[in-house]
Nanobody, 126 residues
Framework: QVHLVESGGGSVQPGGSLRLSCAAS????????VAWFRQAPGKEREGVAA????????IYADSVKGRFTISQDNAKNTVYLQMNSLKPEDTAMYYC???????????????????WGQGTQVTVSS
C-alpha cells in the first residue's frame, strides 16, 4: 500500500511559479512510477508528467513541456512538480498518483495508477 500526500498548491498570478510536493509512505519511492495529474471543473483528469523513480524515464504532456519539471528526492521519499510560467488554463486540482510495476514504465493514463493522493488546488489568476 502506497500513501500519497500532496502539498504546495495555492494562488498565483499568470507567469508565476509554484512547486508541488508528493510525499510517499508505505513503499520505497526508488522503484515507483509516479505521476502528476490535474482536473479542472467539468473536464477529464489529464496526465501532466510522470517519472520512473528508479532513474531514467520521464514524460510530459505537450501542454506543459518546457514549463513544468518533475523530479524526485529519494532521501525524502518525495516527488516534486516545479511549475513555471503558469497560465490561467493551468488552474485545476492537482493529484499525485503512483504505481508499482515490476519493470520500468511511465504512463500519463489515469487507469494505470492504483494509488492517489487527495489533491492540492492550483489557481492561476490576475
Amino acid at each position: 500500500q502506497v500513501h500519497l500526500v500532496e502539498s504546495g498548491g495555492g494562488s498565483v498570478q499568470p507567469g508565476g511559479s509554484l512547486r508541488l510536493s508528493c510525499a510517499a509512505s508505505g513503499y520505497t519511492v526508488s522503484n515507483l512510477c509516479v505521476a502528476w495529474f490535474r482536473q479542472a471543473p467539468g473536464k477529464e483528469r489529464e496526465g501532466v508528467a510522470a517519472l520512473w523513480t528508479g532513474g531514467g524515464s520521464v514524460i510530459y504532456a505537450d501542454s506543459v513541456k518546457g514549463r513544468f519539471t518533475i523530479s524526485q528526492d529519494n532521501a525524502k521519499n518525495t516527488v516534486y512538480l516545479q511549475m513555471n510560467s503558469l497560465k490561467p488554463e493551468d488552474t485545476a486540482m492537482y493529484y499525485c498518483a503512483a504505481e508499482t510495476p515490476n519493470m520500468e514504465r511511465v504512463s500519463l493514463s489515469p487507469g494505470f495508477y492504483r494509488y492517489w493522493g487527495q489533491g492540492t488546488q492550483v489557481t492561476v489568476s490576475s
